[in-house]
């Protein structure tokens, strides 16, 4: 629940007479203050993040680590650079999510820049955008954002219009916007259909400057589960976007998902000495859940000779029959491929199974399954490699889905 002045997530106040918000303060006034729960929390000022975020660079633009940020950077007409966050970041329904993302976006005429937890038509197989974001464009400052439900449209409303705080001086927080030093904006929201009010911290609070209440305009958001997004194009200019870190959090708590289990069941897959790789069992989104996410949460192998087996993300399995892991989830398995191409695949867990041995083997923290800017889905693949002679494996992938 929020009211001007007050933002109440459960059991979390921020309040401050003036309209700002200060968790110190709050401090002296609330009797029962509970820490909201981190949902995603990645800094570009140590890391490229490489595995949190996918990068889409169109022309001659670039994605450069920098020593303290992750700079995008445009030179001319038809470049652009887009980072997003390899998960639509999921929450509990009903609990209040706060984004909160520090950049740098260049008042540069010419460059248009956005950051916040959105996405966008142009790049997704969907053709759906959704989200809240600001927008530096032609040097000025707007709070945004897009719907793909009927109707659907964008709305930009320019900081000399924002409804709670222009950050001209004028406000209740008496603060003046600053283009030239690196911000933290923050987007508060609770439902797809519920008022949003947007923000940046700046002297220690959260000073809100607009809220966008449902309108018969525009329809809601098709989704609450959004990325967090930096983006910067030309339209013939020179410019940067100095991305620095982005934040989800809740007054809920991470989402328990749904328990599911893929694998070769009965019918063993026969593994010969030759090969230097064999797929077992290999795990991807459905196209029609490219905004959903898995998690892998335990690898199951059992062989009648020593094998060494391998988790790898993003190998692709020749061949694949895939068919959905339930007539209700998210993803879809194969276990008919016979040959694997490795390429730049990474390696999350490994071990070795003795003959006529079986383990189950519990993996944590390891990436979720996402989905590229596009749409194109990641794939987990339980791999062995038969150390002795051939033999006949059985495999399957524990997981839990959310949506």
Same mark, same amino acid.
Request: charged letters at 15%; glycine letters at 8%.
């Given at each position: 629940?929020?009211? =001007?002045?007050?933002?109440?997530?459960?059991?979390?106040?921020?309040?401050?007479?003036?309209?700002?918000?200060?968790?110190?303060?709050?401090?002296?006034?609330?009797?029962?203050?509970?820490?909201?729960?981190?949902?995603?929390?990645?800094?570009?000022?140590?890391?490229?993040?490489?595995?949190?975020?996918?990068?889409?660079?169109?022309?001659?633009?670039?994605?450069?680590?920098?020593?303290?940020?992750?700079?995008?950077?445009?030179?001319? /007409?038809?470049?652009?650079?887009?980072?997003?966050?390899?998960?639509?970041?999921?929450?509990?329904?009903?609990?209040?999510?706060?984004?909160?993302?520090?950049?740098?976006?260049?008042?540069?005429?010419?460059?248009?820049?956005?950051?916040?937890?959105?996405?966008?038509?142009?790049?997704?197989? %969907?053709?759906?955008?959704?989200?809240?974001?600001?927008?530096?464009? %032609?040097?000025?400052?707007?709070?945004?954002?897009?719907?793909?439900?009927? *109707?659907?449209?964008?709305?930009?409303?320019?900081?000399?219009?924002?409804?709670?705080?222009?950050?001209?001086?004028?406000?209740?927080?008496?603060?003046?916007?600053?283009?030239?030093?690196?911000?933290?904006?923050?987007?508060?929201?609770?439902?797809?259909?519920?008022?949003?009010?947007?923000?940046?911290?700046?002297?220690?609070?959260?000073?809100?400057?607009?809220?966008?209440?449902?309108?018969?305009?525009?329809?809601?958001?098709?989704?609450?589960?959004?990325?967090?997004?930096?983006?910067?194009?030309?339209?013939?200019?020179?410019?940067?976007?100095?991305?620095?870190?982005?934040?989800?959090? /809740?007054?809920?708590?991470?989402?328990?998902?749904?328990?599911?289990?893929?694998?070769?069941?009965?019918?063993?897959?026969?593994?010969?000495?030759?090969?230097?790789?064999?797929?077992?069992?290999?795990?991807?989104?459905?196209?029609? =859940?490219?905004?959903?996410?898995?998690?892998?949460?335990?690898?199951?192998?059992?062989?009648?000779?020593?094998?060494?087996?391998?988790?790898?993300?993003?190998?692709? *399995?020749?061949?694949?029959?895939?068919? *959905?892991?339930?007539?209700?989830?998210?993803?879809?398995?194969?276990?008919?491929?016979?040959?694997?191409?490795?390429?730049?695949?990474?390696?999350?867990?490994?071990? =070795?199974?003795?003959?006529?041995?079986?383990?189950?083997?519990?993996?944590?923290?390891?990436? *979720?399954?996402?989905?590229?800017?596009?749409?194109?889905?990641?794939?987990?693949?339980?791999?062995?490699?038969?150390?002795?002679?051939?033999?006949?494996?059985?495999?399957?992938?524990?997981?839990? %889905?959310?949506?």
């Amino acid at each position: 629940m929020s009211t =001007y002045g007050t933002l109440s997530a459960g059991n979390l106040i921020l309040s401050n007479p003036n309209g700002s918000f200060n968790f110190l303060q709050s401090l002296n006034s609330v009797a029962s203050i509970s820490v909201l729960c981190s949902l995603f929390d990645k800094s570009l000022e140590i890391s490229d993040c490489a595995s949190d975020f996918h990068t889409k660079v169109t022309g001659g633009a670039q994605h450069v680590k920098e020593v303290d940020h992750v700079a995008l950077n445009v030179f001319g /007409t038809g470049d652009r650079v887009v980072l997003q966050s390899k998960e639509y970041i999921p929450s509990q329904i009903g609990s209040t999510r706060i984004v909160t993302i520090t950049a740098n976006m260049e008042p540069v005429s010419g460059v248009v820049s956005r950051v916040g937890c959105f996405d966008d038509a142009v790049d997704n197989l %969907e053709n759906r955008g959704d989200g809240y974001y600001f927008e530096m464009n %032609e040097g000025a400052l707007y709070a945004c954002f897009r719907t793909s439900t009927s *109707p659907s449209g964008e709305v930009k409303i320019q900081q000399s219009l924002f409804n709670i705080d222009r950050l001209d001086g004028s406000g209740a927080s008496l603060y003046t916007f600053d283009s030239s030093t690196a911000t933290t904006f923050v987007i508060s929201y609770e439902s797809r259909t519920g008022s949003v009010k947007v923000g940046i911290i700046a002297r220690g609070s959260i000073i809100f400057v607009h809220r966008f209440d449902p309108s018969s305009s525009y329809g809601p958001i098709r989704a609450t589960s959004l990325p967090v997004r930096f983006e910067i194009e030309s339209a013939g200019s020179e410019g940067t976007l100095m991305a620095l870190n982005g934040a989800v959090s /809740t007054s809920g708590s991470i989402p328990r998902g749904i328990k599911r289990s893929c694998g070769t069941g009965a019918r063993a897959t026969d593994v010969s000495v030759n090969a230097a790789s064999h797929p077992i069992v290999s795990l991807k989104l459905q196209s029609q =859940y490219r905004r959903a996410s898995a998690r892998i949460t335990g690898v199951r192998i059992s062989s009648t000779a020593s094998v060494f087996w391998e988790l790898l993300l993003n190998a692709s *399995p020749a061949g694949a029959a895939w068919k *959905p892991t339930s007539s209700s989830g998210v993803t879809e398995y194969d276990v008919s491929s016979a040959a694997l191409d490795a390429g730049d695949s990474i390696v999350i867990a490994s071990g =070795y199974v003795r003959a006529d041995d079986a383990a189950l083997v519990e993996i944590n923290d390891a990436p *979720p399954l996402t989905s590229s800017i596009l749409g194109d889905s990641e794939i987990y693949t339980l791999n062995a490699v038969a150390l002795m002679s051939s033999c006949l494996v059985w495999g399957g992938l524990e997981l839990v %889905e959310i949506v």
